[in-house]
């Protein structure tokens, strides 16, 4: 790489980093694209740099978000429960589940919450109402500052059961297709569970560290990982998450939802289009 | 231990695996504008080794050579978030919170199964 290039490079990390801070995903959506199609790198170290870059996302904004109350770190450690033993679950399945239909499936989903995404527009909180009884027993319910609202907004989990069964299965996507899985956790938080966006979001980069984390060390015994490609999309999505981190707290719920919203809809056409055979 | 105590604890993981990790980059990037990522700032003779093959950052860290940097840097940002579910078992217990000690502490060895078993 040229001097250009990495500086290119650094860049368009630092892009995926603030993006990936304030809708909760780790950027491999920006980052693989990008990398393949603008910088001509191959496609396998391009993933091992994507999954470099959701680990950098993860740790760079959790570490404002833990400090700041953003992050539900008993919502996040519980499901993270799910979500690497299903990650463990997909990797073993991956030898005998064909891939294509799975990317097709989950390219369906995604566009369908898409829509849902789109009707909640306008919502800044999810309807007030008592946690579930397992909510209250695990205690998932809290408060997170709102630097917007100017006030702690207290929330409580709904549909826990379901938020569970739903991070199970992102577990099991990632570790199968290697994809989608921050925009998943998102969507069973704020979904299935009823989190507040921001909460739903500052989680999701909690934990995606984490189930990257679980995969990573394949990625680098394979040679996946090429530190001279790496070295700028690390510093870059560290340096953008760390200022996506500072952004959160003074936009609206709203706001991060239509960030999400875009997000959401890339993931899904690529991991759609991924199942039909076209590849980017 | 105050619930922001707590909260200093697991992010001061985070920062510190992090700002480690950005250092150890940086140096190796800064020092490849030097002497190439395969170079030597001790003098060691350029051998055009393979920089995806982690099993060489000993000897590439032993003869100062910018990659190794680059991939010391690289393994101390992947085990952060590893080192962060491990002190947030520490946390829960200090805590004495043992329904969330345990949850905490299964997911951990689910993780290090993952890392180290499964491949």
Request: with cysteine; net charge neutral.
């Amino acid at each position: 790489m040229t001097i250009g290039a990495d500086l290119g490079i650094f860049v368009l990390s630092l892009a995926a980093g603030v993006i990936g801070a304030l809708a909760g995903v780790g950027g491999g959506i920006l980052v693989v694209p990008a990398l393949t199609i603008v910088f001509g790198v191959d496609i396998r170290l391009a993933i091992g740099a994507s999954i470099v870059s959701v680990i950098a996302t993860s740790s760079g904004a959790a570490a404002a978000y833990v400090r700041d109350g953003m992050t539900d770190m008993r919502v996040g450690m519980f499901l993270e429960l799910a979500t690497t033993t299903g990650a463990v679950c997909g990797a073993l399945l991956a030898a005998v589940v064909a891939p294509a239909a799975l990317f097709i499936l989950l390219g369906i989903v995604l566009l369908f919450s898409a829509l849902q995404q789109v009707l909640r527009l306008g919502e800044e909180l999810p309807p007030v109402a008592d946690g579930s009884p397992l909510a209250a027993r695990m205690r998932l319910v809290g408060t997170y500052p709102d630097a917007r609202l100017g006030r702690d907004v207290p929330y409580a989990a709904q549909r826990v059961p379901l938020g569970f069964a739903l991070m199970a299965g992102a577990g099991v996507v990632s570790g199968l297709l290697g994809i989608g899985s921050g925009a998943l956790k998102v969507l069973a938080m704020d979904g299935a569970m009823r989190l507040p966006m921001k909460v739903s979001s500052a989680t999701s980069n909690f934990m995606i560290g984490v189930t990257a984390a679980a995969s990573a060390g394949i990625y680098l015994g394979r040679g996946d990982v090429d530190p001279t490609l790496t070295a700028p999309v690390a510093l870059g999505v560290l340096a953008g998450a760390t200022l996506g981190a500072r952004i959160l707290p003074r936009l609206s719920n709203q706001t991060v939802r239509l960030i999400f919203l875009p997000v959401l809809l890339a993931v899904g056409i690529e991991t759609l289009l991924k199942g039909l055979g076209v590849g980017l | 231990m105050t619930a922001e105590r707590f909260r200093l604890l697991v992010s001061g993981v985070l920062i510190v695996g992090v700002v480690a990790a950005a250092t150890l980059i940086a140096l190796g990037f800064a020092a490849s504008l030097l002497v190439g990522w395969q170079g030597s700032l001790g003098g060691a003779p350029n051998e055009l080794s393979d920089a995806t093959d982690f099993a060489l950052m000993g000897s590439n860290l032993a003869a100062w050579r910018p990659v190794g940097f680059a991939q010391l840097g690289l393994v101390v940002l992947l085990a952060t978030p590893v080192a962060r579910v491990a002190a947030s078992v520490a946390a829960f217990t200090i805590e004495g919170d043992r329904l969330y000690a345990g949850i905490t502490a299964i997911v951990l060895l689910v993780l290090l199964t993952s890392i180290f078993v499964l491949h």
